[in-house]
Structure formats: C-alpha cells, structure tokens
C-alpha cells in the first residue's frame, strides 16, 4: 500500500505545476481566453506528477478503498455504462450495493473502457492538499477527475466543458485534438449535448491544437473549447482540474431575484392582455425594462455579495481537520501554543448591536462578546499566533477560553 504525502512532495506554487509563464501573463492573455499547452521540461518537475497520483495509487483507490459511486464512472466508446456494471456488494459488514468491484472494473478495462475517479480532492491526500493550494491561488473552487484510458482507446466523443479545466498528463501519452467553440464561455446548463451538430461538424474540421502529451506535460483549456482525447500506443493516465468560477450571469441571476423588491416589477399585467400577441408584449415589455432600469441603478452591491457567498462558500471546503488531534490540542492548549486560521475557511465578522459580534461560517453563526472582536478578527487574520498573545483581552484565562472555542468550532488549527 501507498503511504502519500499530503499535498505531494513539490511545495512549488500551486500554479506553476500546471503553466509555465508568470501568472499575470497567464491571466492577461490565457485565462478564459485561449488554451495553453506547457511542456514537462518547462515545468521542470522532478518526477512529473506522479507525487499527485500514480497507476499503483489507481490500483490501490479501485481495491483497497471501498469506493462507491459516484466516485467512479465507466465509459465505453462514448457511452456511460450504468453503474451496476461495476459495483456490488461489499460483502459482511459492507452490504451496500453501490460499492466499487475490481474484477468488474478490471474485465471493462481491459475491454477498453476509460475508468474515470472522480471527486479525488475530496479522497487521495496529494490532491487534496494540492487543489486545496490550486484552488486559494485562484480563488476558486476546484474539482479533481482522473481519467485512465487503454492503449488506442478514447472514452468520450468530441465536446466541450462548461467550466475551465487544467490537465495534467500522468502517464502514458494522449493525443489531445482541441477546435475553437461554437459557443463561447458556455453557462453551467448550456452543454455540448444540445449543439451536438455544431460539435461534429467543427470536429471535423482542421484542429486549432492537435498534439501528444507526454508524461509531465499539461494542457490549459477555457470552457467551451472543444477537445477529445486518445490514449496512444500505451495506457493513458491524466488528471484534470475543473475550475467552477461564477460568471457575470451569475450576478444577472441574484439581481433579478433582489429586483422583486420593487413594487413596479411585481405588478400584474395590463386585464385582458393577450401574452401571445408581440405588439401587445412589446408596450409592456417597455415599461417593464424602463422599471427595471431605474431599479439597476439603485442595486445594493452589499445584497448582491450576500447572495454570491451563499452560492460560492458551499462550493469550496476549508482544509481537513482531524477531530480527535483537534479536540485533543483543545483540551491541553496553553498560552504558549500556536494557531492559525483554518486555511480556505469562509468567514467573516460584524457586529451585533454595542455588546457582540457575529463570526459568520458556511451555515452556522457563532457570537462573541465585543471585547472578543480584536482577539478574533487576529486570529483569522492568515497568520500564527501565540493564543497568549491574541490582543483586546484581560488575561491569559480568557484568550484560553476563546482559543479552545475556535479550536472546538473548527475555526482554528494548531499551527
């Protein structure tokens, strides 16, 4: 069995494992804008990216693991096979019928199915610890698919994502054919599925990018780039970051639901309006754009973030915790330890009245009293702390008290 190290052993930044030019350059002239394929002896990396993942670590998550679904999906010539065909039981102890068959997956395998493991930022300690650094480079939250391909085979037709991705070529090579898009910077429900003739025809087409990527190389691509990919000569092994960034409809979205709060835009039609007629549609549709003009120009930029956070904090957890390491510190904390602010965990602090504050979490609140607020807004502040040092309260008995708090609440890390 494996023993990883979390976060793979290259403390590089996270960044430049996956492109080679600085990353203003790469904002400026690469993000959401045009793919960028970088070459392993750019990247310079001792061992390429077997540190993340590696063929025997596929072995030991497809064995050893007790994978369920959906952590795994099977795909042959294009086709998603269900997941009956290769899952079961997990015999005495584990009769759940969903769990992950090695012979089964092995016998599809070698009849040229591609495996992909999904959601590994969730359960391998290299990607978790590496996508969690990816992820707070960006500032996005991120997912993590591996894609294990048989020699001469690819699993899936020409499409095209709906979000950003980074791939990571492992082992094997791949050959990568990447067109420009028939929709640029898709929506989340915009899918290839329902332009799949616009797909095959461009597809059949001279590719803006066809190459081989080898061990150590790595392929930028903006959503809505259209791209397959087939194993070589060998078995193929990739990783692939998809990055689910919101986009500017995403703020469309929250404003109309906050514009509900304007009387104008809640009126009922005009008695006797035939909808389906576009002349009597086109008098009212000019009031209603006027109305929900002059309502624009008023937009709280406080309510739209407050809306934004409920839709992004959910979709990036803050690092792992180890309860019983973490009670543990708690319960012999002194003023002497050190602690740190839980790395990714979204937060923020305001005050409740004249006599507390409020420490906002991902679906929970947590008050203190307001002398609290210079201690705590320091310890969430990024940095180490000394818990004797944390400022704003009396003695070290109270900063003790307010540290195991956070410490109990998951907010704070031993450092």
């Given at each position: ?6 976060g793979?052993?290259d403390?590089r ?5 996956a ?24 990247l ?25 679904t959906?952590?795994?999906r ?9 997941a ?15 769990q ?10 070698a009849?040229?199915a ?8 969730r ?18 939250p ?29 082992d ?5 054919r ?9 929506l ?9 003739d ?10 803006t ?20 990919a ?24 929250e404003?109309?639901h ?8 809640r ?16 008098a ?33 957890r ?32 305001r ?9 906002q ?29 944390l ?10 008290v ?8 998951a907010?704070?890390v031993?450092?």
């Open positions: 069995m494996t023993h990883p190290t979390p793979g052993s403390r930044p996270a960044l430049s494992r492109v080679a030019v600085d990353p203003a350059k790469f904002a400026e002239a690469y993000w959401g804008r045009q793919p960028l394929l970088t070459r392993a002896d750019e310079a990396g001792p061992d390429g990216f077997l540190d993340l993942l590696s063929p025997d670590a596929v072995d030991e998550l497809l064995s050893e693991r007790g994978l369920r959906p952590f795994l099977v795909a042959n010539r294009g086709t998603v096979l269900p009956s065909a290769f899952t079961g039981s997990g015999g005495a102890g584990a009769e759940i019928g969903d992950v068959v090695d012979d089964k997956v092995m016998r599809l395998y009849e040229g591609t495996l992909v493991l999904q959601g590994l930022h359960i391998w300690p290299p990607l978790i610890g590496y996508a969690r650094r990816l992820g707070a480079e960006l500032r996005q991120l997912q993590v698919n591996a894609y294990l391909t048989p020699a001469g085979n690819k699993g899936f037709a020409t499409h095209y994502d709906t979000h950003d991705v980074f791939v990571l070529q492992v094997g090579t791949k050959r990568w990447v067109h420009e898009p028939v929709l640029p910077e898709p989340e429900r915009q899918t290839w599925g329902g332009r799949a616009e797909v095959g025809a461009v597809a059949d087409g001279p590719a990018l066809d190459v081989v990527l080898s061990p150590g190389d790595a392929l930028y691509l903006p959503r809505g780039w259209l791209h397959s087939e194993a070589q000569g060998e078995r193929s092994l990739h990783l692939t970051f998809g990055v689910r960034a919101l986009t500017r409809y995403a703020l469309v979205e404003l109309l906050l514009a509900a709060q304007d009387q104008r835009l009126a009922t039609l005009p008695y006797g309006m035939d909808v389906a007629d576009p002349d009597q549609v086109a009212e549709l000019t009031g209603t754009v006027a109305a929900l003009r002059d309502w624009l120009l008023t937009a709280d930029p406080a309510e739209v973030a407050e809306r934004l956070r409920a839709r992004a904090w959910p979709s990036q803050p690092e792992p915790v180890r309860p019983l390491a973490q009670l543990s510190f708690a319960e012999r904390l002194s003023a002497d330890d050190r602690v740190a602010v839980r790395h990714e965990l979204r937060w923020s602090l005050a409740d009245g004249p006599e507390h504050v409020v420490l979490l991902l679906g929970r609140t947590l008050r203190f009293p307001a002398y609290c607020e210079r201690a705590v807004r320091t310890a969430l502040d990024g940095g180490v702390h000394r818990v004797g040092d400022p704003g309260l009396d003695d070290d008995a109270d900063r003790l307010l540290a195991r708090r956070l410490l109990r609440e907010v704070l031993p450092a």
